[in-house]
């Protein structure tokens, strides 16, 4: 074997001085990540039977949001005091990775209200292998903040969800980490998404990520709004409209905008397999997904690989 090469576990990193490569062995194949320069390739070859770790951890570092929103499935607000204390965040960070996963999104409630997370999100970068993301509503930090975790995250995304919101935006350009736009649909809003994704590539922003709601936490009374097959047809239309834009969706309309009669090339992890990713809320439960109501509570964060073996398994009570 010649110095540049070694050989790997999956889950191990590489200690490539520059790439800080990371492999994860998947059901879909073989997944590559550098954490650096972004890169990402699938070994379909090298596929194991099932999911053995998950590829992403999304950590709602808090349930305390600055903005009380009707449609907000973990029913967020100025009031709630639910949150992970910033030692106990930087032990669960070490623990994922050195369970091997590719890396943390940390959400919230709103993550910039938590008085740790500039602390953590630069813990987590400079201190792990671990890729770094960061969803805000775009209104809770500071210009301090964003400074502060600039080259120490490799994603922030905001969500927006009128098109007023978008003049938000402003801030987070032309800075030292990726942005991408967090939109989501409901019954008869398709065409402010539409709207939405153009306001947002003629700032050149140009990563989507379009989320259904569905009606839990605060938005529990307004199931009529879940989205319906013609907002599925119309956010279809809209994809097609922006073909120069990467469109992601999530796993539940992904599987409905599969049967719509489109034609779409979906990129693997697309559909709603359990395993792919796993949810920590900020009173330490194990969630299969965010929006899940199934959640399994623990106590330290090495129960954790045990709670996601029963959760892909289903052998869970
Ligand atoms: S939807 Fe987002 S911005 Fe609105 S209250 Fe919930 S966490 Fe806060």
């Known amino acids: ?26 059901p879909d194949g ?3 990540h550098s954490r650096n320069s972004g890169l990402c390739v699938l070994d379909p070859v090298a596929a194991s039977k099932c999911w053995l770790r998950p590829l992403y951890a999304q950590v709602a570092v808090t349930e305390r949001c600055n903005q009380h929103c009707w449609w907000c499935y973990t029913s967020s607000s ?7 204390d910033t030692g106990e965040l930087k032990e669960l960070v070490r623990f994922l ?8 999104a940390y959400g919230g409630g709103e993550p910039f209200v938590h008085p740790g997370i500039v602390e953590v999100i630069r813990y987590t970068w400079e201190n792990t292998g671990l890729d770094v993301s960061v969803t805000t509503n775009g209104y809770a930090p500071t210009e301090e903040q964003l400074d502060s975790i600039e080259g120490y995250a490799s994603e922030v995304r905001v969500s927006v969800r009128r098109p007023e919101d ?10 030292r980490f990726d942005l991408g736009v967090n939109l989501l ?4 809003s398709a065409h402010v998404t539409d709207e939405l994704i153009d306001r ?3 700032v050149g922003i140009d990563d989507f990520l379009v989320n259904s ?4 936490g605060r938005g529990a009374q307004h199931r009529h709004l879940e989205p319906g097959e013609e907002d599925v047809a119309a956010l279809c239309r809209a994809v097609d409209r922006h073909r120069t834009a990467t469109i992601k969706v999530s796993g539940r309309l992904a599987a409905r905008m599969k049967t719509s009669g489109h034609r779409y090339r979906f990129v693997p992890f697309s559909g709603e397999v359990r395993g792919r990713i796993i949810a920590i809320t900020a009173d330490k439960r194990v969630k299969p997904s965010s929006l899940s109501q199934e959640a399994y509570p623990f106590d330290r964060p090495e129960e954790i690989p045990e709670i996601y073996a029963r959760m892909v398994s289903g052998n869970v009570q």
């Open 97 to 104: 990775d050195s369970w091997g996963i590719l890396g943390v």
């Open 185 to 188: 649909l409901m019954r008869g």
């Open 200 to 202: 947002c590539t003629e």
């Open 78 to 84: 100025p009031s709630r005091s639910t949150e992970w």
């Open 166 to 175: 978008c003049a938000v935006l402003r801030r987070f350009i032309g800075r």
């Open 30 to 32: 073989l997944f590559v």
């Open 213 to 216: 709601f569905v009606a839990a």
């Open 1 to 26: 074997m010649s110095e540049n090469k070694a050989q790997t576990r999956p889950g191990q990193q590489v200690n490539h001085p520059q790439l800080r490569i990371r492999t994860v062995r998947t």
